[in-house]
């Protein structure tokens, strides 16, 4: 049953939040989530791992505009995995700053902070025989004191991210019996029981098959249009980065290469000089520009 | 109030969900441990040197003039004079099933404790013993017997003294930028096994052969002559840390989540781990300061208790909390009485064997079984 359905609820889903954008009535939800929309700001980044002498990332602006969705991308070990901890307040900088809606985050109280800005790793383990349902339940954990209970919002909060990240027929199942995909959504819909006004998701979409990448890709992106959720994620794949991302950060070796829409972006000189791949790109492609590898390029 | 549960259809069903959880496999598992621990206590107190036949003794352990009388609890829990009663009501009452409940005591801090370092560590080897506890707490009890032995009335005391030193030796070790998992097991294995040796070391001190005995029943376990003074000892300690561990169920199943995800849902995970470590040595210090060192419970009943139930916490601990007593009082049926049955001496052998011996073959078997034991 659930596939079908499901594809045709997200996509009118989808379809509304678009074609409501600008309308009027039922458009009010949307339009105040965009006016409340945050953005997050790393300043004079230096940052590095105890283990290492030399800063590993050095970065002087990086923008996650508000209200878009903005993909780091770059080659293996170019620093957007560590870029991300840190803007998520997971890593501190040497020096520098990360500023969620003007604050600095290492000044908020880890609650707090948990309320405003989600993070879901690249890696994730879970207890082998906890159900779907309670895996989402733990999204609210920043939003409970130490002896409250599931509240009325918790509850209706859990119910949004299921239903938003298309799991229903998941909850009861216990995470030891889902495949790799259908793990990563259950996960995904815990950051989004975090209720959070930044969401940042590193590599989501990595070591998933074709349909589950879409999938995720498809709940981030009506995360964002629907409820005007700032969004930063790390991306292996540039082609799919720059078909649903509004605009891209480029990484090599610790800093930006090149940020924007990904129509200025992504050129065949960027291919070349950050990803050491000769290719074609056609940036006339109606769903942004397209990718087309030659052969690896030598260092 | 928002954070009341208001019953709408979306919140019966989570209420139903957790009747339904409840209902099944932790219930079960809870009255199969009741049903152990009842039959096992009867055992207790039907023999012994004292002889009275199956019916006398259960008499006694309902004689209503001790099970009513106020002035009788009293003098138990609170170790007033005791009241007049028959010589058989004073055995049962007095020495056999105290024995039974210092047992159960023992057996429920040992697998909540086993049960949280597990947490703490994410390693379903964990133990209070894995982590030092156990050797620190041993190495302060011999010391005491054989070097300081005007401080033998603080016994207990310095167990847990003992066991909470080890333990903080440990989180310094493992202390670096934070700590992990792996280096807190390791440091703890470190501490335990320089822990070991010195205890080994202090054997040659000993003066004579009863101290020496009396310092392997303390680093081995054992109920022997326990009675209400013990009870009354441990019982504070343990209900408090008994609460504290339900009330951290979450804080535990949020940790089960890895350190990275904990922090990013906005746990401060180095205070967490700290102050549930602190719950866990708590635990095992009440057990060892009045049984001493036993061993294996806090690393098998968990580990059962999961099998059945899963790893949420809630559940987890409800079912340590019965199943650890049902296991310490069986593994105490055959320590008091095993050999009179097996060869008809009256000898007690200490109940940390018997543990030792149900335990390393159950944990033998679970490793056959499974494929990837370790790993919570």
């Not at chain 1, 039922?26 to 300043?43: C, P, Y």
């Not at chain 2, 303390?218 to 002559?225: E, K």
């Not at chain 2, 049955?341 to 009256?346: C, E, N, W």
């Amino acid at each position: 049953m659930s596939e079908h359905e499901r594809f045709e609820r997200e996509s009118n889903g989808r379809s509304n939040g678009e074609s409501n954008a600008g309308d009027t009535a039922t458009d009010a939800d949307a339009s105040a989530a965009h006016g409340s929309a945050v953005e997050l700001r790393g300043e004079d980044l230096e940052i590095g791992y105890p283990s290492t002498d030399e800063p590993v990332v050095e970065c002087e602006t990086v923008l996650l505009p508000a209200g878009e969705v903005t993909a780091l991308v770059g080659p293996n070990g170019s620093g957007k995995s560590t870029l991300l901890k840190s803007m998520a307040n997971q890593l501190a900088p040497d020096c520098g700053q990360v500023r969620l809606d003007g604050e600095q985050v290492q000044s908020l109280e880890s609650k707090e902070l948990a309320r405003r800005l989600g993070l879901l790793s690249q890696e994730n383990e879970s207890p082998a025989s906890l159900t779907v349902e309670d895996l989402i339940y733990h999204g609210r954990y920043p939003h409970r004191g130490f002896f409250e209970s599931v509240g009325d919002e918790d509850q209706a909060a859990v119910e949004r991210a299921i239903d938003l990240a298309g799991v229903e027929d998941l909850r009861e199942k216990e995470m030891k019996n889902l495949s790799g995909g259908q793990k990563q959504l259950a996960w995904i819909a815990m950051v989004l029981a975090q209720e959070t006004d930044v969401l940042l998701l590193d590599e989501p979409t990595t070591y998933l098959d074709l349909h589950h990448q879409l999938r995720v890709m498809e709940v981030v992106r009506t995360l964002n249009r629907e409820q005007g959720v700032t969004v930063g994620i790390v991306l292996h794949d540039i082609g799919q980065a720059a078909r649903f991302a509004d605009n891209l950060v480029a990484m090599k070796d610790g800093e930006p290469y090149d940020w924007g829409p990904p129509r200025d972006v992504v050129t065949e000189e960027l291919l070349s000089e950050v990803f050491h791949v000769d290719a074609s790109v056609d940036s006339e492609s109606p769903t942004g520009p397209h990718i087309a590898p030659h052969r690896a390029l030598d260092d | 109030m928002s954070n009341s549960a208001v019953p709408g259809a979306e919140s019966t069903s989570r209420v139903q969900q957790w009747l339904a959880g409840v209902d099944g496999a932790l219930l079960s598992l809870c009255l199969g441990s009741v049903l152990v621990v009842v039959a096992g206590g009867l055992v207790q107190v039907s023999f012994g040197t004292y002889s009275m036949t199956v019916v006398e003794a259960w008499q006694a352990v309902v004689n209503p003039n001790v099970l009513l009388n106020l002035q009788a609890w009293e003098a138990f829990v609170f170790g007033a004079d005791l009241p007049e009663m028959n010589q058989r009501s004073l055995i049962v009452w007095n020495i056999r099933l105290p024995r039974v409940f210092v047992a159960m005591l023992v057996g429920m801090n040992l697998a909540v404790s086993g049960a949280i370092f597990q947490a703490v560590t994410r390693n379903e080897l964990a133990s209070p013993f894995i982590l030092g506890v156990s050797s620190g707490a041993g190495l302060l009890i011999l010391l005491t017997l054989v070097v300081f032995s005007g401080l033998s009335a603080f016994l207990p005391l310095v167990a847990a003294l003992g066991g909470a030193i080890a333990f903080l030796i440990v989180y310094a070790i493992a202390w670096k930028n934070g700590t992990s998992p792996v280096r807190l097991v390791l440091a703890g294995v470190i501490v335990g096994t320089i822990f070991q040796s010195l205890q080994t070391g202090l054997f040659f001190f000993a003066g004579d052969i009863g101290v020496v005995q009396s310092a392997i029943a303390w680093t081995t376990g054992s109920l022997t002559g326990t009675d209400w003074e013990q009870v009354r000892m441990a019982l504070p300690w343990t209900a408090l840390a008994m609460l504290l561990s339900l009330v951290s169920s979450r804080q535990l199943n949020v940790l089960l989540l890895g350190e990275s995800t904990a922090r990013a849902l906005g746990m401060s995970v180095e205070r967490v781990r700290f102050a549930l470590s602190g719950i866990a040595v708590l635990a095992a210090a009440a057990s060892i300061a009045v049984a001493g060192i036993v061993s294996f419970v806090g690393l098998i009943v968990p580990h059962l208790v999961r099998n059945i139930v899963g790893s949420e916490y809630k559940k987890l601990v409800v079912g340590c909390l019965f199943a650890g007593p049902a296991l310490m009082v069986a593994a105490d049926v055959g320590a008091r009485l095993g050999l009179q049955v097996l060869v008809g001496a009256s000898t007690q052998i200490p109940v940390g064997i018997v543990t030792g011996l149900i335990g390393g073959p159950y944990f033998l078997y679970l490793m056959r079984k499974q494929d990837a034991l370790g790993e919570i």
